[in-house]
């Protein structure tokens, strides 16, 4: 079966995913000059609608949400900085983990309850991509980090974790300016254990970990996809087998696709197809965003300065990309921020003072905003939670440039 043949239909309820918390997708390239936005006839993304390009936002442009500035807290020396939202410490606060390129390569923020964090360090190899779930089915979040290797680290439930345990331990790639990058917690084999899916950028080609369901892997096997960066692992074509989702990324180009790999049921994908072409895609967010009860496709676009919306048919494959001028975007989030009942999205962008913000309509069509103020920062990383505890979402960004990896929570309104 091909990722464009829809799945045969089980019986099997669909499979528990252990993914607590993904970090969205970050880009390593820029380039100057904004393309001309193309206004788009309309801003809902209809099934059958034509990829289009919304116009930047204006004075008259409806407003986003408010929101106060917090914390800042200064992570390591560096550009930049994945981030991941957990419970790590079992106190029911959300706690944000963060990637440092440094002998300590992942940072913890264990949240007070009160939009405040106290921060430590974790020595693991220098870091591009951390996702949480619990791998060991012991009701701890456990960290999965990704750089010149995939790192699993066990924790304790106390905000703590266990020395790392290193997979895909491979050969270096000349001139790879990253390795491994997004990774994805799924079982994707059906004996009810986490397994792990990991982009190899540099090697073109998306990996698989066969877990054992106490926090250890075997590695499996390993599926073409060229230039892969972003992973997520949706139930495509209601099967109820994890499938798996990839944005293909080369930098200075203004050239993408999205992959998709149909789950075969029986320990298997399709070979790599469905490309769905796009400006550059890198990020990635999964969510319902038309209420039909399938998943959608969100990606942030680099250098092509856009998200795209690609509605799910049902079956596996997905509709024409409806696209939205969004700057030069990096990581997306979907969630509803506003509390409509309504999946938004929301980018950050790295040559912008301020977080795209999209108003979704619940049909799968988007309102642009003016945007989240975050003046004087470049946001290039965004996660979503309630850091203080007053039953309304909070954001938190990572920053570009300066030479330092500083997180800044925004407090809603």
Known sequence: MTPDEPGARSSRPGRLRWLLAPAMGLALGACSGTPAATPSASASASKSAEPSLSALPTDSTPKAPSFTRGQAIQLAAGDWAILATADLNGDSHPDIIGTTRTENGLAVLLGNGDGTFEMSTIEVDPTDYVIAADLDRDGN?????????????RGRGDG????????LDKEPVAGAEIVLFGVAAADVNGDELPDLVTADWARSQLDILTGFGDGTFSEGAA????????????DLN??????????????????????RFLNDGADGFGSAGGADP???????????????????????????????ILLSNGDGTLADAVTYHAGNTHGVVVIDLDGDGNLDVLSGSIEHPMIWFYRGTGDGGFVETSGIDTYPDWPNQVTVADFNADGRLDVAYSMTGGGRQIVTILLAE
């Open 141 to 153: 979040a456990d960290l999965v980090a990704t750089g010149n290797r995939l790192a699993v680290l």
């Open 278 to 308: 796009l400006g550059n895609a890198h990020g990635l967010a999964i969510g319902d965003l038309d209420g039909d009860g399938g998943a959608d496709v969100v990606t942030g676009n680099d250098q092509s300065y856009s998200i795209s």
């Open 223 to 234: 599926y073409p996809c060229p230039r892969c960066i972003s992973v997520a692992t949706p």
């Open 238 to 259: 209601g099967d109820g087998n994890p499938d798996v989702v990839t944005t293909a990324f080369k930098p200075f180009e203004i050239s993408g696709r999205v992959n």
């Open 160 to 167: 703590t974790f266990e020395p790392p345990t290193y997979y």
